[in-house]
């Protein structure tokens, strides 16, 4: 820090404070008159270092022209005699001089036309200059610039550029769109996925949730995970923030759980969620290259819900994606409950697992009600992702239904049958939809009664009752002998 002294002390902070003993007073007869040029950073590190904001400071931590000293000390003394203040006496001390030499800037006239976007003469740009007192002259390729000591702000060819722009007029310039190559910006397919699965989501009544990457090795346990299972082949992170976060998720329902939990806890009657994230997959262990990123999407909700809503929901989020996928049994997954748990395929490659969670998990998170999870692998919807919509117009001739319901063993699906149904004549059988399963009186154990709504339709004429009756005798005969079904 700089500080203006005599031969014994200190007088003042240089170009921040002044010193109480050389201070001017009312007694004050003679006094000494000092113009100097500081550093600007030694004054601004020292004002900040020390707490002193100063007109002085404010004043010397900004460049100012060598050649200012002189001229603004005779300008003082000027007006000290005319406010009749002080008479001046003949004579000055000069210290630390240099000698000074006006910079010089070479301007070339093509290269403003380019960064202002319009054309402007060299005539008209010496005209700019030298009204702004830049002494300025053209020697037949650039113009060379010899900048004035009281402008310390132009110290290249870009600042004087800036000058005649200021000088022709921002506002004259016409707004131009950027020239060059430049190539659109865009999202991948499965960004756009995604964000049409929160639309999708959300517009049934669904909030989005964002979580850590990052969860606890305890939450495998939490969520029943089989010590044998894949999902337990996580990443350990070497400086975790604490345990809770010491491992990289591979799967989201720890996640979802956990939100669910703090909701109910805090007395929210029921809950909607989902999140689309990451799951972090490792190559090997110890891991030697970064792990493969699976996007999935859970959805999570429990209140005035069951299982056959969020089907719907699945379903719904599936169909949009114009995904079909084939649904099997899961009694083997301990985060589920074994009878309301569906996986779904594509061609035997597993897309993901909907159901109700196990009572063993609804302990473990201190849970009284019933919660349905949802996870869906987002890569595979991209994968099979089909959308080219093909519309039909309204069916001209009238459709005729017909019931059927057949006893079956309790290990045959409700699914493979409907979908035998529907191949045996996908040009007449229109549709097919369960709407009655019954256990119980009249049943013999281990069967269960299955009915089954089947439409017929034929689009290009009415259909007469004798060919539906072939194709619903032909229904029987094939459930039969596939299923063992028995007709009710």
Not at 48 to 61: D, H, V
Not at 147 to 173: H, K, L, S, W
Not at 388 to 404: F, G, Q, S, T
Not at 436 to 464: C, M, P, Q
């Amino acid at each position: 820090m700089l500080v203006i002294a005599d031969s014994v002390k200190p007088a003042c902070i240089a170009g921040v404070m002044g010193g109480f003993d050389s201070e001017i007073n009312d007694s004050t007869t003679v006094m000494v008159l000092e113009s100097a040029n500081f550093n600007p950073k030694s004054i601004r590190e020292t004002s900040k270092k020390l707490g002193m904001r100063s007109e002085a400071s404010a004043r010397n931590e900004k460049p100012m022209g060598y050649v200012m000293c002189e001229i603004a000390s005779k300008r003082a003394c000027q007006l000290i005699e005319m406010i009749g203040a002080g008479t001046v006496v003949g004579g000055y001390l000069e210290a630390g001089k240099s000698s000074y030499t006006a910079p010089t800037v070479s301007l070339r006239p093509h290269r403003a036309e380019e960064l202002l976007g319009v054309k402007i003469s060299t005539e008209q740009m010496l005209q700019y200059l030298n009204i702004l007192e830049i002494e300025s002259n053209f020697d037949g390729e650039k113009i060379n610039c010899k900048i004035p000591y009281f402008r310390t702000d132009i110290e290249q060819e870009a600042d004087v550029i800036e000058e005649i722009g200021r000088m022709y007029g921002f506002e004259n310039i016409e707004s131009k769109p950027l020239a060059g190559n430049i190539r659109v910006g865009r999202k991948t397919v499965q960004r756009n996925t995604e964000d049409e699965i929160k639309n999708i989501l959300s517009s049934m009544g669904f909030y989005e949730i964002t979580t850590y990457s990052f969860i606890s090795p305890k939450s495998y346990d939490t969520i029943c995970v089989p010590e044998n299972s894949p999902l337990r082949n996580y990443i350990k992170i070497l400086n975790p923030l604490g345990e809770d976060y010491s491992s990289m998720r591979t799967t989201l329902m720890p996640n979802i759980m956990d939100v669910i939990k703090r909701n109910s806890n805090r007395g929210v009657n029921e809950a909607f969620v989902y999140e689309v994230g990451n799951t972090f997959v490792p190559k090997q262990i110890p891991v030697s290259e970064l792990p493969l990123e699976k996007a999935k999407v859970c959805i999570g909700m429990y209140g005035k819900c069951d299982f056959y809503d969020l089907k719907g929901i699945v379903e719904e989020l599936l169909s949009r994606f114009g995904v079909k996928v084939s649904l099997k049994p899961v009694p083997d997954n301990s985060s589920f409950h074994p009878g309301r748990t569906a996986g779904m395929y594509i061609n035997d490659d597993f897309v993901g697992i909907y159901g109700e969670v196990s009572q063993g998990v609804l302990n473990n998170y201190g849970l009284d009600h019933k919660v349905y999870l949802a996870e869906i692998d987002v890569e595979k919807l991209v994968e099979c992702k089909n959308t080219n919509w093909k519309y039909e117009p309204l069916p001209k001739y009238p459709a005729m239904v017909r019931d059927i319901a057949v006893i079956v063993k309790d290990e045959v699906l409700a699914g493979d049958m409907e979908e035998t149904i529907k191949s045996i004549n996908p040009y007449i059988i229109e549709n097919v939809k369960l709407f009655d399963v019954y256990k119980g009186e009249h049943i013999e154990s281990g069967y269960k009664s299955t009915a089954f709504s089947v439409t017929y339709r034929n689009k290009e004429r009415t259909l007469k009752e004798k060919e539906v009756e072939n194709i619903h005798k032909k229904i029987l005969e094939t459930l039969n002998t596939k299923f063992g079904a028995a007709l009710r």
